[in-house]
């Protein structure tokens, strides 16, 4: 049982390239989400999915896209990376969106140059 | 918009210390509230899950309450250890929503 899985692990990107971070969950969870998490701002949330077939912005949405590719998988999409981007990007998951524990990955670290 | 405050931001104990944590949201309406533990590197681990119907949770040394009429949680960690050194986060959701995350509570333990 791997939980939430993330790839890559770490990443070096120009400015203007363009990247996918993935990620999966084994647990049969409805609701997943991506967070980047940067010194002195905290966790702060990009998307999620509260359920397959459904994606919500979070409170930082701007220069990402992600899709719900199945109930498993939820990836997140730079189209044109800027140094602004550059973060630990966390992915997350829990049962529903009410009341269930949730779980992240391991994190991406991702600098932009 | 909900706002989470965790104090204090950073606190150094000599280990076999009893401590608490706090943490508070501008909106007191909290239906569940988790607290994690985060391992400098590494991802998130869920700590305790209060659910909207209970008002705290234990596991071990942890206890966690929360007070849902002022919008406050405390973590509470009986006899400190060099190994809970780590950065202690809150979050919480108003029901049907992602949850909202504090910035954490740096801890070290001193051995």
């Known amino acids: 049982n791997a939980g939430v899985t993330q790839t890559p692990k770490f990443q070096v990107l120009k400015t203007g390239q363009s990247m996918t971070l993935q990620c999966a969950q084994d647990?049969?969870?409805?609701?997943m989400y991506w967070y980047r998490q940067d010194p002195g701002m905290g966790l702060r949330l990009i998307y999620y999915s509260a359920s397959e077939g459904t994606t919500d912005k979070g409170e930082v949405p701007n220069g990402y896209n992600v899709s719900r590719l199945n109930k498993r998988e939820f990836s997140l999409r730079l189209e044109s990376a800027a140094p602004s981007q550059t973060s630990v990007y966390f992915c997350a998951s829990r049962a529903g969106q009410a009341g269930y524990e949730q779980y992240f990955g391991p994190g991406t670290r991702l600098t932009v140059t | 918009k909900q706002e989470v405050t965790q104090i204090p931001a950073a606190l150094s104990v000599p280990e076999g210390e009893n401590l608490v944590l706090n943490c508070s949201f501008t909106?007191?309406?909290?239906?569940?509230l988790q607290w994690f533990r985060q391992d400098p590197g590494k991802g998130l681990t869920s700590l305790l899950l209060i659910q909207s119907s209970q008002r705290e949770q234990t596991s071990g040394r942890l206890n966690a309450s929360l007070d849902k009429s002022s919008g406050r949680s405390t973590l509470y960690i009986a006899a400190s250890q060099p190994g809970d050194s780590a950065t202690y986060l809150c979050a919480g959701d108003s029901g049907n929503t992602p949850l909202v995350f504090g910035k954490g509570t740096r801890l070290s333990v001193i051995a």
């Open positions: 909106d007191s309406a909290i239906y569940n």
């Open positions: 647990m049969n969870h409805n609701s």
